[in-house]
């Protein structure tokens, strides 16, 4: 008798734990009915743009005020095994990986950890001097004068390729033009300085992001990409074949490309990320105002005057309004993240496949947001053209992002 008594207490008890546990379960969908017709809106725009794109599946997420009001999955995460894509999904976010590894830069410069003056050689005495002197800040603003990678090297299969590894495909060439005098991105500057982050705290470059970025914001579902290891929740990953169908990538090893775009997140931790440049905290005012200032070149801007800066595209609306964007974009996944500090509106969308033909709409879904917000219409009545002239409006100011981008 006393031996049943045991048994059935362990078995309530394992029970009382699965019922606990399954009570913190996160919620398969947020949608906040008080932007229900704004989120009914934005649903259609990703289903449809999903099916047009052929695209196996995405997250999305948006919060209004620091809140989460819409955040869900579309589509499958692996189409083999027939699992949707959810708000836990993980997929490769490609040059997004740059805002995180200018921020753990920016937060040791601000520590004394580092100089933006310094030289590479300072840290890594072994790299070939150039004509002129490369410093820390001419890599983290793309401003050195590195070549860009070659399509054989963005196309790169190697496995096992360490970051000190990676950089020897570059530093033994001349740079293209002195450094500061214009904005040229290249992977290849943020590869480097990854190196150096690594030497300055003398960890890998992952343990670097860990301590300066991921763990102190709670990104708790960022992590660096690896083929060779089970990560939970990790999305497969697709690719486009010449006729547009969708099949599977091929297996990238990023790790050698880990600063540039080798990491993972779901739509929730950009979210996160977002919401910690627009609420001063771990970011503060003065660090996210250096970060978002765009360089001083001593040549003339190209690319028509893009404003750029460390990782982030710097935008103004029709009003005057400054919005920042990040994107991401490379074989089996893209990514974009929105911040409107005037709304304080914070969009984010992933997706398992990318998106160089037809980029995320997520200008348009955050625009639908701040319709609802500004107290007009959720998608504006189409008036007939009276004149030549061409459409102005929020659309239009959204194009005109897309164009620059491009």
Same mark, same amino acid.
């Given at each position: 008798?006393?031996?049943?008594?045991?048994?059935?207490?362990?078995?309530?008890?394992?029970?009382?734990?699965?019922?606990?546990?399954?009570?913190?379960?996160?919620?398969?969908?947020?949608?906040?009915?008080?932007?229900?017709?704004?989120?009914?809106?934005?649903?259609?725009?990703?289903?449809?743009?999903?099916?047009?794109?052929?695209?196996?599946?995405?997250?999305?997420?948006?919060?209004?005020?620091?809140?989460?009001?819409?955040?869900?999955?579309?589509?499958?995460?692996?189409?083999?095994?027939?699992?949707?894509?959810?708000?836990?999904?993980?997929?490769?976010?490609?040059?997004?990986?740059?805002?995180?590894?200018?921020?753990?830069?920016?937060?040791?410069?601000?520590?004394?950890?580092?100089?933006?003056? +310094?030289?590479?050689?300072?840290?890594?005495?072994?790299?070939?001097?150039?004509?002129?002197?490369?410093?820390?800040?001419?890599?983290?603003?793309?401003?050195?004068?590195?070549?860009?990678?070659?399509?054989?090297?963005?196309?790169?299969?190697?496995?096992?390729?360490?970051?000190?590894?990676?950089?020897?495909?570059?530093?033994?060439?001349?740079?293209?033009?002195?450094?500061?005098?214009?904005?040229?991105?290249?992977?290849?500057?943020?590869?480097?300085?990854?190196?150096?982050?690594?030497?300055?705290?003398?960890?890998?470059?992952?343990?670097?992001?860990?301590?300066?970025?991921? +763990?102190?914001?709670?990104?708790?579902?960022?992590?660096?990409?690896?083929?060779?290891?089970?990560?939970?929740?990790?999305?497969?990953?697709?690719?486009?074949?010449?006729?547009?169908?969708?099949?599977?990538?091929?297996?990238?090893?990023?790790?050698?490309?880990?600063?540039?775009?080798?990491?993972?997140?779901?739509?929730?931790?950009?979210?996160?990320?977002?919401?910690?440049?627009?609420?001063?905290?771990?970011?503060?005012?003065?660090?996210?105002?250096?970060?978002?200032?765009?360089?001083?070149?001593?040549?003339?801007?190209?690319?028509?005057?893009?404003?750029?800066?460390?990782?982030?595209?710097?935008?103004?609306?029709?009003?005057?309004?400054?919005?920042?964007?990040?994107?991401?974009?490379?074989?089996?996944?893209?990514?974009?993240?929105?911040?409107?500090?005037?709304?304080?509106?914070?969009?984010?969308?992933?997706?398992?496949?990318?998106?160089?033909?037809?980029?995320?709409?997520?200008?348009?879904?955050?625009?639908?947001?701040?319709?609802?917000?500004?107290?007009?219409?959720?998608?504006?009545?189409?008036?007939?053209?009276?004149?030549?002239?061409?459409?102005?409006?929020?659309?239009?100011?959204?194009?005109?992002?897309?164009?620059?981008?491009?």
């Amino acid at each position: 008798m006393k031996k049943e008594v045991v048994v059935w207490s362990l078995v309530f008890a394992v029970l009382a734990g699965m019922a606990g546990c399954h009570s913190r379960k996160e919620p398969v969908r947020i949608i906040d009915r008080k932007y229900r017709e704004a989120i009914r809106e934005s649903r259609k725009e990703a289903i449809f743009y999903l099916a047009r794109n052929f695209m196996p599946g995405s997250s999305v997420a948006v919060s209004v005020k620091g809140k989460t009001v819409w955040s869900e999955g579309f589509g499958l995460a692996s189409t083999d095994l027939d699992v949707p894509a959810t708000r836990q999904t993980k997929y490769r976010i490609g040059a997004i990986s740059q805002v995180l590894t200018s921020l753990a830069y920016y937060r040791m410069v601000e520590q004394g950890k580092l100089s933006p003056h +310094d030289t590479v050689q300072k840290y890594l005495p072994d790299f070939p001097q150039k004509k002129y002197p490369l410093t820390l800040q001419h890599l983290v603003e793309h401003t050195s004068g590195i070549r860009t990678l070659t399509e054989e090297e963005a196309n790169w299969r190697g496995l096992h390729v360490t970051l000190q590894k990676g950089i020897e495909n570059f530093s033994n060439d001349t740079l293209l033009f002195p450094p500061g005098m214009y904005h040229y991105p290249s992977e290849f500057n943020y590869n480097l300085l990854g190196v150096i982050l690594q030497e300055a705290e003398g960890e890998s470059f992952s343990k670097v992001i860990r301590k300066w970025v991921t +763990d102190t914001l709670k990104l708790e579902n960022t992590v660096p990409d690896h083929p060779l290891i089970t990560i939970k929740g990790r999305a497969d990953f697709y690719d486009h074949d010449i006729i547009t169908q969708t099949i599977h990538a091929t297996t990238r090893d990023l790790r050698h490309r880990l600063p540039a775009d080798g990491f993972l997140s779901t739509a929730d931790d950009l979210l996160k990320l977002g919401n910690a440049f627009l609420y001063p905290g771990i970011i503060s005012d003065s660090l996210r105002k250096q970060i978002w200032t765009v360089p001083t070149l001593s040549g003339q801007p190209p690319m028509g005057g893009m404003r750029w800066a460390n990782g982030w595209l710097l935008f103004k609306d029709l009003e005057g309004n400054p919005f920042y964007a990040a994107h991401g974009s490379l074989t089996g996944g893209s990514s974009l993240l929105l911040i409107f500090p005037k709304e304080e509106l914070v969009l984010a969308w992933v997706a398992n496949i990318g998106d160089e033909m037809d980029e995320l709409p997520g200008m348009k879904v955050a625009q639908f947001f701040r319709n609802f917000l500004a107290g007009k219409e959720i998608v504006p009545k189409q008036e007939p053209e009276t004149t030549g002239q061409p459409e102005e409006g929020p659309q239009a100011a959204a194009e005109t992002g897309d164009e620059a981008k491009k």
